[in-house]
């Protein structure tokens, strides 16, 4: 760079170049032997010379510096001769005071009768200005191509190529390398939530987090001594360390050099900590949490994509994982075989006439009588067979085909209830299950009210379960669907109560007409076999009749839950004890019966 003058200018030898209002032109003329025979006083101002300082001597001696000597001279003989194509070189310049200056030249040689130069004339401009700018360009645009621009933090891209580089140096020196794939949940909420600006600032929020909360805990890692049942001698400091923007809502973090696997569980359990804090900014005190897979070379891969495709299997075991993290094992990779399998296949479930319905019975809790029947969908597939929908419904939800799912289980229960009721056998209430996706779509309130005018079946016949967690997705937009499903005369059922959000103020506003606690309240507390199971319960049942509510038991698999629940008071039960979900067919058949079920009644339906 130029020095400031004392108005505050670049100088030069004592001029200044810009004031002088014109190009400054560099000229020089070179014997055969590369010895200065003339130099001009732009030339000799803008290195701070005077000519008896250069006269007679080689010009890369007293212009270039020593480390570039070699590089340019060749470039300039290079020139002369035409080898290059063109006669322009651009060389760095050493001033008499030690700065650089880039000068392009343009050399012309002077020839003898037999060709040969007897003299070389170089005119040269100073770029340096240009050339940093250049330079600075070319900077960023390489940052851009291998940084991710929101956090600064390196991207995938990089991330691979640097995975590859350690997984090599591991082969070569017999080390473990380990990766964390970290992805963030409710990001997504968040700007949902708050705006896209607000999930910005987050997501530059946790990369720094993160940077900071490695490279600290590296450092414990590194100076931590070795188990007294290891061999000896100190761990690898892990100075190579990456944190990495992987992808919208992930991070991905590089640990090179692991002495014991170990060492990435507690960089995890670390990284888990760190993301908990509160966050700042625009979402400040919000919460978030990180599952994070864990995957080693070389036992759990030896090359950059078969690690982190593993990496993400167990990322997503983490996401159910109390710890919020999991190391990869065997049973991930062909559990997520099957995962993908059903990916592919249940787009095509609906087109290929594949799925149908289910119905369990809620039965009377005087009588034993079914009073309802909560309709659930099923998975036939022609190589797979009987697919849970504890496998395909989560995986519908990430996809994106859950909707059309519930229109089909709408659409059948309806009909199906529409049709035993002409037939004679009853007001039969029918329950369908409401997934998160369809309670914030406005098309679900159309999609009923088609149904009930197609078929003629009464509104409130028709029960819509929705759950506790995914009436809190979004739970305006829930509130606002069911209550305008409400006002329809459909009735609004809350399943797995207890589990979730529940609170008296939430139950009013989503419009609910029935409560279904959730079975798990039914079950003994192993941890404390001194606890009564009976107070939670009944406090439940007390806080739904207070209410005026429904309340139905589910999950009863058992008499001695049975037993439990009687004194209770409840209206409904339903449960394994009474019938499992059966087809259509076999329910037409216990409607005709009209018979009382479950096992004292000898109507079980196993």
């Known amino acids: 760079m130029l020095a400031e003058g004392p108005r505050g200018r670049p100088e030069t030898g004592g001029r200044d170049e810009r004031a002088a209002g014109r190009q400054i032109v560099l000229a020089m003329i070179t014997d055969a032997d590369g010895r200065l025979a003339f130099a001009n006083g732009d030339l000799l101002a803008l290195g701070g010379w005077r000519w008896s300082d250069l006269s007679g001597r080689l010009w890369h001696e007293v212009l270039i510096a020593p480390e570039h000597r070699r590089r340019v001279v060749r470039a300039f003989d290079r020139a002369v001769t035409g080898k290059d194509g063109a006669a322009c070189v651009e060389a760095p310049l050493r001033t008499s005071d030690g700065r650089v200056r880039m000068v392009a030249w343009s050399n012309t040689p002077s020839l003898d009768e037999d060709g040969r130069p007897t003299s070389v004339t170089s005119v040269g401009v100073d770029v340096t200005r240009w050339t940093e700018e250049r330079d600075r360009l070319a900077a960023e645009r390489d940052f851009d191509a291998s940084h991710d621009r929101l956090t600064g933090l390196p991207n995938a891209s990089t991330f691979r190529w640097r995975l590859g580089s350690e997984l090599s140096a591991g082969r070569r020196l017999g080390r473990s390398t380990g990766v964390l794939l970290v992805a963030l949940d409710r990001l997504r909420t968040v700007v949902e939530t708050l705006g896209q600006e607000a999930g910005d600032q987050l997501v530059a929020e946790m990369g720094e987090r993160l940077s900071d909360c490695v490279e600290a805990a590296a450092g414990a890692i590194a100076g931590r001594p070795l188990p007294p049942a290891t061999p000896s001698g100190a761990p690898q400091p892990m100075n190579a360390w990456m944190v990495a923007r992987w992808s919208d809502d ?15 569980v507690y960089m995890a359990r670390t990284i888990v900590a760190t993301v908990a804090a509160p966050c700042t900014g625009s979402a400040a005190d919000l919460r978030l949490s990180a599952a994070i897979g864990i995957a080693l070379a070389p036992s759990d891969g030896d090359n950059p994509a078969t690690l982190m495709r593993h990496a993400a299997m167990a990322q997503h075991a983490g996401r159910t994982s109390a710890e919020h993290m999991v190391r990869f094992e065997l049973s991930l990779s062909q559990e997520a075989e099957g995962r993908l399998l059903i990916e592919q296949q249940l787009p095509l479930a609906l087109e290929r006439g594949e799925l149908s319905v289910a119905y369990q019975p809620e039965v009377d809790a005087a009588s034993h009588r079914i009073v309802g029947l909560e309709a659930l969908a099923r ?44 037939d004679g056998l009853g007001d039969v209430r029918v329950a369908v299950n ?91 507390d192993e941890a404390n076999p001194a606890a009564d199971p009976g107070a939670l319960l009944h406090a439940m049942v007390t806080l739904g009749r207070n209410l005026g509510l429904r309340v139905i038991a589910e999950g009863v698999e058992t008499e001695e839950q049975l037993n439990r629940l009687q004194p209770q008071g409840l209206d409904a039960y339903q449960g394994f004890l009474f019938s499992r979900p059966v087809p259509a067919a076999e329910i037409l058949r216990l409607l005709r019966a009209d018979r009382p079920l479950g096992s004292d009644s000898g109507t079980q339906i196993a």
Request: charged share 20%.
């Open 379 to 422: 998975w036939h597939h022609p190589v797979l067979g009987e697919v849970p929908p504890v496998r395909f419904i989560p995986v519908a939800e990430e996809i994106g085909v859950i909707g059309e799912i519930g229109q089909f289980v709408l659409r059948s229960a309806v009909r199906h209830a529409a049709q035993w009721r002409s």
């Open 250 to 264: 992930e991070f991905a973090v590089l640990l090179p050099g692991l002495v014991f696997p170990e060492e990435a």
């Open 434 to 524: 409401v997934s998160a996706y369809q309670l914030t779509d406005r098309s679900l309130v159309a999609a009923v009210l088609e149904c009930l005018d197609e078929t003629g079946f009464p509104a409130h016949l028709l029960e819509l379960e929705v759950t506790e967690s995914a009436a809190m997705v979004d739970a305006q937009a829930a509130a606002e669907v069911l209550g305008e499903l409400a006002r329809l005369g459909v009735t609004i059922s809350l399943d797995d109560f207890g589990t979730g959000y529940s609170n008296i103020g939430k139950l009013q506003n989503l419009a609910v007409s029935t409560i279904k606690i959730d079975r798990s309240f039914l079950l003994e």
